[in-house]
């Protein structure tokens, strides 16, 4: 008989936590205990997993013993406040925030790129940021062919990376502006209905944003290679779900055309969506849902002969962020290593 894992979702009545609860169940992960854990004003709720309706607990101490697998997705500062208790506990923390990512002790892990790093954890490993997944999962298989030199990104990202709230208040702006009344902006800082603006986390002294300099350092640690340039621009656009991302990539010599595009046609977590004659390419409602990264629009920079360009959209809740998560817990399981 196969065996079975006592597992935990902290944060589990947000976007992400819900997502997780989903994606178990789809992926037949195997669970012999699921507990839902979250803040005090949610415990008491009521989620259902598999038929079964599971109350969900505050969050203490005591709710980790006996845990094999904490899918931890409620931010940085309660990942931290909860991983030295979770890993005493014997548990292994999967955590989707940004606490532990560049910290060298913790692997930071995309499955379709470098699953051998999930056997160095000492008890935590990191989910990466939600465009760096979809990049790297984009991207991999061209540099495992022929290592690029640069990258630059520009990000159309949804509401759905600011939360379940903010994916709400897109909504109901939308409402409001059509019926001709002011829009509301209390979860993001602006407006996003009928308008855009660059990424709203914190500026750095480099004049890049957090989320920026997550794409840069946090692809270059997944990759496992320093030398590769990347600036990123991330813009909040006002789609409810999937981000996109237009994407060049510098080689140190030309790089056909065809041979990318049959690359990504056979690249695992990836869709190639192309059709040139109705100028139909990847877009977020398509990879709303869905677990593929779908890329197209491959062309040759006209400016560059070394450069390639390619668009790509993909579900940031689900590979961006949930799917990653329980796929480094199938590697977890499959290693023997939980």
């Known amino acids: 008989m196969a065996k079975e894992y006592r597992v935990a979702i902290l944060g589990a009545t947000g976007a992400v936590g819900t997502e997780l609860i989903h994606i178990l169940a789809e ?41 094999d697998l904490v ?31 560049l910290n060298p002790e913790v692997p930071l892990v995309v499955p379709e790129i470098n699953p051998h790093a999930v056997a160095k954890h000492q008890g935590i490993i990191a989910n990466p940021n939600c465009t760096t997944i979809l990049l790297g999962v984009a991207i991999y298989p061209l540099h495992r062919q022929q290592p ?5 990104v520009a990000t159309y990202q949804s509401a759905s990376g600011a939360g379940a709230r903010a994916m709400e208040e897109l909504k109901a702006q939308t ?59 991330c813009v909040r656009v006002p789609v409810l ?13 030309p790089f056909p055309v065809e041979k990318a595009r049959e690359i990504l046609s056979l690249a695992p977590g990836v869709k190639l969506v192309e059709d040139w004659q ?14 593929e990264v779908l890329v197209g629009r491959i062309r040759q920079d006209i400016s560059n002969p070394n450069a390639l360009e390619l668009w790509l959209c993909g579900d ?23």
């Open 278 to 291: 109705r100028n139909y390419f990847p877009m977020p409602i398509d990879a709303t849902g869905k677990d």
């Open 71 to 101: 899918l931890a997705s409620a931010g940085s500062s309660t990942s931290k406040q909860w991983a030295s208790k979770i890993v005493a506990a014997g548990a292994v923390m999967i955590d989707n925030s940004s606490a532990f990512r």
């Open 148 to 152: 690029i030199q640069r990258v630059v």
């Open 175 to 233: 409402e409001a502006i059509l019926k001709g009344e002011t829009p509301k902006a209390e979860v993001l800082p602006y407006p996003l209905a009928f308008n855009l603006f660059p990424h709203n986390s914190p500026l750095q002294p480099n004049g890049y944003c957090e989320e920026e300099m997550k794409m840069v350092n946090e692809t270059r640690k997944i990759f496992g290679d320093d030398s590769i340039r990347l600036t990123a621009t």
């Open 241 to 253: 779900r999937a981000h996109s991302e237009a994407v060049n990539l510098e080689f140190s010599q």
């Open 27 to 67: 992926r037949k992960f195997p669970i012999k205990e699921l507990k839902l854990l979250a803040s005090p004003r949610s415990a008491g709720t009521k989620i259902s997993f598999q038929g079964e309706l599971i109350e969900v607990e505050a969050t203490t101490e005591e709710a980790f013993r006996g845990i």
């Open 316 to 338: 940031q809740i689900r590979k961006g962020a949930a799917l990653n998560a329980v796929q480094i817990a199938e590697l977890l399981v499959a290693e023997n290593l939980l």
